[in-house]
């Protein structure tokens, strides 16, 4: 059941970023939400997660996105990096 919460916020997040790429502008507080979610996610890495680095990275660019116009790649990149993420942890 906590797998499929943490999932869903890696789909929340990709979601955002697709946003973010599409020029949709998505509310501030939506793109908080999921950075701040999303770096507390990361924080799993003091426990030994490699993977929560992506987590890590994508909240960052998701933060600096807000500020600055981030490339167009690292957004590409994290997008399908939480998006697989999330697919595998509904399966």
């Known amino acids: 059941m906590v797998v499929k919460l943490l999932g869903s ?51 960052i660019s998701l933060f600096l996105s807000i500020f600055f116009a981030m490339p167009v790649i690292i957004l590409w990149l994290c997008s399908f990096l939480l998006l697989s993420k999330s697919f595998a942890s509904f399966l």
Do not use: E, R
């Not at 502008?25 to 997660?49: M, N, W």
């Open 9 to 59: 916020i890696d789909l929340l997040s990709s979601f955002a970023f697709l946003l973010i790429i599409f020029g949709v502008d998505p509310y501030i507080q939506i793109i908080i939400f999921c950075s701040g979610l999303s770096f507390l996610k990361g924080l799993f890495i003091l426990g030994g997660d490699l993977f929560s680095i992506i987590d890590l990275l994508s909240a």
